[in-house]
């Protein structure tokens, strides 16, 4: 196979492996006389030519790397290793079955609908792996031939839905990997044979439904994951005699009984690792538990469902970690409260703390824990560097989400700088978060992410007082999200923090909070326009009172604007400042006065719109621009006189001239307006004092307050036309003295939208009569729907049927007092 190695590694293995190793590039001009060579790395198909007509007979290992037609049929016989995992995807040829003296096939992603016979002729081979082959569906029953087998790697197979029995007679088998193998729903009565099986890999099997009563003769087992079976339903009677078994994971596994089989688990002494994570029925943990005298971690994350717990753990010597990640707070609080010994910890969350004698602190021991996710706190409390770097978190190879956090205010023993440096992670890692940081500059580890974290998606750097300047995040290749929070002497958000060209590639999330000296934010990188975040979807700006956006907007899709009043205010150059991504919109807390809200004439793609805590009597002045806005949601505290389509059929309502008309008839394309917590609005609809219920809030909502607080576009007729048309039915009812006062007639109006011609029938109506009825206007409405009623009975009996009654709103899901009108 294909190792990578260090530099100098390398070279002293070349060194020593001397005139045996050959690499051979096709593209390259081959010429070697050397017959003796053992071991060859081919990197392509022209150069296997070569390698193959030598005929080198003391060829031991070949690795080829793009060769899409592999000769097999040239090569020695007494080849012991043939990788072929660079090769694209293709079929083996029959030919690899002369292949006698063959220990070692790696061919993944192979295109056979099953094992082919040919590999199973090959009498000395050790290990298998046909990973990725998705085409796979069973094993041929002559795969009892390869008796020697050790090592069988059918990973990926997502085909792969049934295995012989002729598997149990593999019997020197040890490891034996099914990892997503999805349409596997059983393994075999044989598996219990397998005495050898030291390690086997179920993750992911989806469609698993249940074990073999056999599974409990495989005493020799250590290894077990069966995490994200779903359909496993429950655990063989048998599996409480796996009594070699050290590693069990059962996470994701939601309908498996835990109820039942959690005794049946703790009955496995020499467990070491048990993971019980994000299964839904696990409701209790038993004090059995306590049997697991070897057990080290124990993963309870996300069981918040968990109701008993034992009051001790007296029996479990050996426990140091239980991860309580999103358990419940009643959890979390009896699982601290279960600590017998003062060295067991509870993850992801670590807590340094100095011990008795101030001369060194815990966090040593972080140096044997392997958790998937960490969070160290109160960094301060280190004592010495050589405690933070003997934890080697750089080693953690599994460590994807890592936290290191500083209380800003308190003292410390070891400089941060220097403590951020030795803890480094590693590679793979996926989050950091760095929160209390007193440091002026940051380590070489941070300052080169670009080149040593490649696979980090989110940043979050908190409470940093002494921050000015930011490491280069933007050549992070892999980041899509990004937060900068409390950061109090952050001025400027320039050029530098992208490292270069090509910047912030695939963030998708930005932002920035509590920045409240943060001045500007240069939002293009180059002369040539090219935006910091050219592929931005989400931007969030909170609590930036001081911040501007220099030359122009930046590119996104949406917004949320919250107490940063200068964004809202600040006028840009015509053309090239106008924003065509972004959609959608949210501001809040923004206390300038409607004429100054500028922000809007530079939107003009803008469809959602949605203002919360607005203060003012008036809509903002430059609403006028947002000729595509489809929807507008405003919240508002303030008694307002002026506040569009609510006030207007309020208007319409109680006959109020002083309620005015909504104030931009521009907003041709708009389709839904909702209007919440106005308060005069609602207690004049409150004074009505008829069909008053609680909705899911638990407060008071009248007819008025659910019909009208949410305005829905229906078919072709705008809204704006809509509002207009109903004004002008009111007012013309009033100059004839009389109102739409009653509920019946205006959910008939709602429920209708009244054009020209009906409207001037009602007025008809109301000059033949003294006071318009119900029934003359809704035989009317009913006559326009092509339908008609014979008598007045009719009419109370269809009223009643509607959706308006009193029961219908019992347990509803009305939020913030808004219903679609239909």
Same mark, same amino acid.
């Given at each position: 196979?294909?190792?990578?190695?260090?530099?100098?590694?390398?070279?002293?293995?070349?060194?020593?492996?001397?005139?045996?190793?050959?690499?051979?590039?096709?593209?390259?001009?081959?010429?070697?006389?050397?017959?003796?060579?053992?071991?060859?790395?081919?990197?392509?198909?022209?150069?296997?030519?070569?390698?193959?007509?030598?005929?080198?007979?003391?060829?031991?290992?070949?690795?080829?790397?793009?060769?899409?037609?592999?000769?097999?049929?040239?090569?020695?016989?007494?080849?012991?290793?043939?990788?072929?995992?660079?090769?694209?995807?293709?079929?083996?040829? &029959?030919?690899?079955?002369?292949?006698?003296?063959?220990?070692?096939?790696?061919?993944?992603?192979?295109?056979?609908?099953?094992?082919?016979?040919?590999?199973?002729?090959?009498?000395?081979?050790? +290990?298998?792996?046909?990973?990725?082959?998705?085409?796979?569906?069973?094993?041929?029953?002559?795969?009892? *031939?390869?008796?020697?087998?050790?090592?069988?790697?059918?990973?990926?197979?997502?085909?792969?839905?049934?295995?012989?029995?002729?598997?149990?007679?593999?019997?020197?088998?040890?490891?034996?990997?099914?990892?997503?193998?999805?349409?596997?729903?059983?393994?075999? *009565?044989?598996?219990? *044979?397998?005495?050898?099986?030291?390690?086997?890999?179920?993750?992911?099997?989806?469609?698993?439904?249940?074990?073999?009563?056999?599974?409990?003769?495989?005493?020799?087992?250590?290894?077990?994951?069966?995490?994200?079976?779903?359909?496993?339903?429950?655990?063989?009677?048998?599996?409480?005699?796996?009594?070699?078994?050290?590693?069990?994971?059962?996470?994701?596994?939601?309908?498996?009984?835990?109820?039942v089989d959690i005794e049946t688990v703790c009955c496995l002494t020499k467990l070491q690792y048990l993971n019980l994570s994000h299964c839904p029925s696990l409701m209790h943990i038993?004090?059995?538990?306590?049997?697991?005298?070897?057990?080290?971690?124990?993963?309870?994350?996300?069981?918040?469902?968990?109701?008993?717990? $034992?009051?001790?753990?007296?029996?479990?010597?050996?426990?140091?970690?239980?991860?309580?990640?999103?358990?419940?707070?009643?959890?979390?609080?009896?699982?601290?409260?279960?600590?017998?010994?003062?060295?067991?910890?509870?993850? $992801?969350?670590?807590?340094?703390?100095?011990?008795?004698?101030?001369?060194?602190?815990?966090?040593?021991?972080?140096?044997?824990?392997?958790?998937?996710?960490?969070?160290?706190?109160?960094?301060?409390?280190?004592?010495?560097?050589?405690?933070? &770097?003997?934890?080697?978190?750089?080693?953690?190879?599994?460590?994807?989400?890592?936290?290191?956090?500083?209380?800003?205010?308190?003292?410390?023993?070891?400089?941060?700088?220097?403590?951020?440096?030795?803890?480094?992670?590693?590679?793979?890692?996926?989050?950091?978060?760095?929160?209390?940081?007193?440091?002026?500059?940051?380590?070489?580890?941070?300052?080169?992410?670009?080149?040593?974290?490649?696979?980090?998606?989110?940043?979050?750097?908190?409470?940093?007082?002494?921050?000015?300047?930011?490491?280069?995040?933007?050549?992070?290749?892999?980041?899509?999200?990004?937060?900068?929070?409390?950061?109090?002497?952050?001025?400027?958000?320039?050029?530098?923090?992208?490292?270069?060209?090509?910047?912030?590639?695939?963030?998708?999330?930005?932002?920035?909070?509590?920045?409240?000296?943060?001045?500007?934010?240069?939002? #293009?990188?180059?002369?040539?326009?090219?935006?910091?975040?050219?592929?931005? +979807?989400?931007?969030?700006?909170?609590?930036?009172?001081?911040?501007?956006?220099? $030359?122009?907007?930046?590119?996104?899709?949406?917004?949320?604007?919250?107490?940063?009043?200068?964004?809202?205010?600040? #006028?840009?150059?015509?053309?090239?400042?106008?924003?065509?991504?972004?959609?959608?919109? +949210?501001?809040?807390?923004?206390?300038?006065?409607?004429?100054?809200?500028?922000?809007?004439?530079?939107?003009? &793609?803008?469809?959602?719109?949605?203002?919360?805590?607005?203060?003012?009597?008036?809509?903002?002045?430059?609403?006028?621009?947002?000729?595509?806005?489809?929807?507008?949601?405003?919240?508002?505290?303030?008694?307002?006189?002026?506040?569009?389509?609510?006030?207007?059929?309020?208007?319409?309502?109680?006959?109020?001239?002083?309620?005015?008309?909504?104030?931009?008839?521009?907003?041709?394309?708009?389709?839904?307006?909702?209007?919440?917590?106005?308060?005069?609005?609602?207690?004049?609809? #409150?004074?009505?004092?008829?069909?008053?219920?609680?909705?899911?809030?638990?407060?008071?909502?009248?007819?008025?307050?659910?019909?009208?607080?949410?305005?829905?576009?229906?078919?072709?007729?705008?809204?704006?036309?809509?509002?207009? &048309?109903?004004?002008?039915?009111?007012?013309?009812?009033?100059?004839?003295? @009389?109102?739409?006062? +009653?509920?019946?007639?205006?959910?008939?109006?709602?429920?209708?939208?009244?054009?020209?011609? =009906?409207?001037?029938?009602?007025?008809?109506?109301?000059?033949?009569?003294?006071?318009?009825?119900?029934?003359?206007?809704?035989? @009317?409405?009913?006559?326009?729907?092509?339908?008609?009623?014979?008598?007045?009975?009719?009419?109370?009996?269809?009223?009643?049927?509607?959706?308006? =009654?009193?029961?219908?709103?019992?347990?509803?899901?009305?939020?913030?007092?808004?219903?679609?009108?239909?």
């Amino acid at each position: 196979m294909l190792l990578r190695m260090h530099d100098l590694m390398h070279d002293l293995g070349r060194s020593v492996i001397g005139d045996e190793l050959l690499l051979v590039d096709g593209e390259k001009e081959y010429n070697s006389s050397n017959h003796n060579y053992r071991y060859a790395l081919v990197l392509n198909h022209e150069a296997q030519m070569a390698v193959c007509n030598d005929e080198p007979a003391k060829l031991r290992a070949l690795h080829f790397s793009e060769c899409p037609e592999i000769q097999l049929s040239l090569l020695s016989k007494s080849l012991r290793i043939l990788d072929l995992g660079k090769c694209p995807k293709g079929n083996l040829p &029959a030919s690899i079955g002369k292949l006698k003296q063959l220990r070692y096939l790696s061919a993944p992603d192979m295109l056979h609908e099953k094992v082919p016979e040919h590999v199973t002729s090959l009498p000395k081979l050790i +290990h298998l792996n046909m990973s990725g082959s998705i085409k796979i569906s069973t094993l041929p029953d002559s795969v009892e *031939k390869l008796r020697n087998l050790l090592h069988v790697d059918l990973s990926g197979c997502c085909n792969l839905c049934s295995l012989p029995e002729s598997l149990g007679d593999l019997m020197n088998l040890s490891h034996l990997n099914l990892s997503n193998c999805s349409l596997l729903n059983t393994l075999p *009565k044989s598996v219990g *044979k397998l005495r050898s099986l030291l390690h086997l890999d179920l993750c992911g099997c989806s469609g698993l439904c249940s074990l073999p009563e056999s599974f409990g003769e495989l005493v020799n087992l250590s290894y077990l994951d069966l995490k994200n079976c779903y359909d496993l339903s429950s655990l063989p009677k048998s599996f409480g005699r796996l009594c070699g078994l050290q590693y069990l994971n059962l996470s994701g596994c939601l309908k498996l009984n835990l109820k039942v089989d959690i005794e049946t688990v703790c009955c496995l002494t020499k467990l070491q690792y048990l993971n019980l994570s994000h299964c839904p029925s696990l409701m209790h943990i038993p004090e059995s538990v306590n049997n697991l005298k070897n057990l080290h971690t124990l993963d309870l994350s996300r069981c918040d469902w968990i109701e008993r717990f $034992p009051k001790r753990l007296c029996g479990m010597a050996s426990l140091k970690f239980v991860l309580i990640q999103g358990c419940s707070p009643w959890l979390q609080q009896r699982v601290r409260e279960s600590q017998f010994k003062n060295d067991m910890l509870t993850l $992801p969350k670590f807590i340094v703390e100095r011990t008795a004698s101030g001369v060194s602190s815990n966090i040593s021991l972080l140096q044997t824990v392997r958790p998937g996710e960490l969070e160290i706190e109160c960094l301060e409390n280190v004592t010495s560097i050589e405690e933070a &770097a003997a934890v080697n978190l750089a080693d953690k190879s599994v460590l994807v989400k890592l936290v290191l956090a500083w209380t800003p205010t308190v003292g410390r023993v070891v400089e941060d700088e220097g403590l951020l440096r030795e803890l480094k992670p590693p590679g793979n890692l996926k989050i950091l978060k760095v929160q209390g940081y007193m440091g002026t500059s940051f380590s070489g580890w941070i300052m080169n992410m670009a080149s040593c974290l490649l696979h980090l998606v989110c940043i979050e750097m908190v409470d940093l007082p002494r921050c000015e300047h930011l490491p280069p995040f933007g050549q992070l290749q892999n980041l899509e999200q990004l937060t900068l929070k409390r950061m109090p002497i952050f001025r400027k958000l320039g050029t530098e923090f992208c490292g270069g060209s090509g910047a912030f590639q695939k963030l998708r999330e930005f932002t920035l909070i509590d920045l409240e000296t943060l001045e500007e934010w240069v939002t #293009k990188v180059s002369a040539n326009g090219e935006f910091m975040f050219p592929n931005l +979807h989400k931007l969030e700006i909170c609590r930036c009172p001081r911040l501007r956006l220099k $030359p122009c907007l930046p590119r996104a899709i949406e917004w949320r604007i919250q107490a940063s009043d200068e964004i809202i205010a600040t #006028k840009y150059a015509a053309g090239s400042s106008f924003s065509l991504t972004l959609s959608k919109l +949210h501001v809040a807390d923004c206390h300038l006065q409607p004429k100054r809200w500028a922000l809007f004439e530079y939107l003009p &793609a803008l469809e959602i719109l949605e203002i919360s805590n607005y203060q003012n009597e008036k809509l903002p002045d430059s609403l006028v621009f947002l000729v595509l806005l489809r929807s507008l949601k405003i919240d508002s505290d303030n008694n307002l006189e002026q506040l569009c389509d609510w006030l207007v059929f309020l208007s319409a309502i109680s006959s109020d001239q002083g309620l005015a008309v909504f104030p931009s008839p521009n907003l041709t394309a708009l389709e839904n307006l909702e209007i919440s917590r106005n308060d005069e609005s609602q207690s004049w609809c #409150k004074m009505q004092g008829r069909w008053t219920f609680q909705n899911v809030k638990n407060k008071p909502t009248t007819f008025f307050e659910r019909e009208l607080a949410n305005i829905r576009k229906k078919g072709d007729q705008s809204l704006i036309s809509y509002i207009s &048309a109903v004004k002008q039915l009111a007012d013309t009812l009033t100059a004839f003295g @009389h109102t739409l006062r +009653h509920e019946e007639i205006i959910r008939l109006i709602l429920k209708h939208r009244l054009g020209l011609e =009906d409207r001037t029938v009602i007025m008809s109506i109301t000059r033949r009569c003294d006071d318009i009825t119900l029934n003359d206007l809704y035989a @009317h409405l009913r006559h326009v729907d092509g339908s008609s009623l014979s008598d007045k009975s009719q009419v109370s009996d269809d009223i009643e049927f509607t959706d308006f =009654d009193n029961e219908s709103y019992h347990g509803s899901d009305c939020m913030d007092q808004q219903i679609t009108l239909r």
